[in-house]
């Protein structure tokens, strides 16, 4: 086996987290808030994976992006905050307690402009956008048995070059154990064989936080 790899010890991830751009004043308190609800804050995405989308917004010059399962917002802040001055987030979720917290996020980051939230099943809300392909980043981070109906919802609404970002993929592991066959395990593993073997996309999983897979449209 290949073992070109750096196994992430606290230490060693302590390290990381100082060389990458620090969270500001409202991501900081954002992720305190979260934390105080207690198990339901691992939800939010790490340190270092907000950072990466916001620098992935940025290479893909974004200026429409979609979020599928937005939380209290703290994946959306750091999506609009790589965002084009003309850009625009949709965010997908259907608990309004949870993005009770994310609105007053969006308000303390100046984003409420740039930020709308529609608040149903995300499926209904990604089939009734315009067929018209003009989004150039999707980030998914809801429902695990879903995903794969979120990215044939949105592969035709995404411009050719757009990127897909999907979290979660390695799924604290658990696509690796075959003993492993509970329902959302086996949809991310389903997902992962098919995203690889996909000719619509170009693909790349890397071992960012619990996984991420960016798959680009060709
Ligand atoms: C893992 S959390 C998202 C975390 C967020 N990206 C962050 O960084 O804080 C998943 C979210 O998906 C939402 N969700 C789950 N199933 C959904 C569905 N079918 N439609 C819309 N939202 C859904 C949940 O309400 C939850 O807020």
Known sequence: ??????????????????????RDAVLTDLAAETAALGGW???????????????????????RIVEVGTFTGYSAICLARGLAPDGRLLCCDMSEEWTAIARRYFARAG???RIELRIAPALETLRALPATPDIDLVFIDADK???????EALL????PGGLFVFDNVLWMGAVADPANQEES????RALN??????ERVD???LPVADGVTLARKR
């Open 185 to 188: 395990t086996a949809a991310i």
């Open 145 to 151: 048995p879903n995903y794969r109906h979120y990215y």
């Open 1 to 22: 086996m290949d073992d070109k790899f750096t196994t992430l010890t606290p230490r060693l991830y302590a390290y990381l987290l100082t060389h990458n751009p620090p």
């Open 193 to 198: 064989d098919h995203l690889v073997a996909d």
């Open 203 to 205: 693909t790349v999983m």
């Open 111 to 113: 984003l409420v402009d």
């Open 41 to 63: 804050g691992i939800m939010q995405v790490a340190h270092e994976q907000g950072a990466f989308l916001t620098l992935l917004a940025k290479l893909v010059g974004a200026r």
């Open 156 to 159: 035709p609404r995404l411009r």
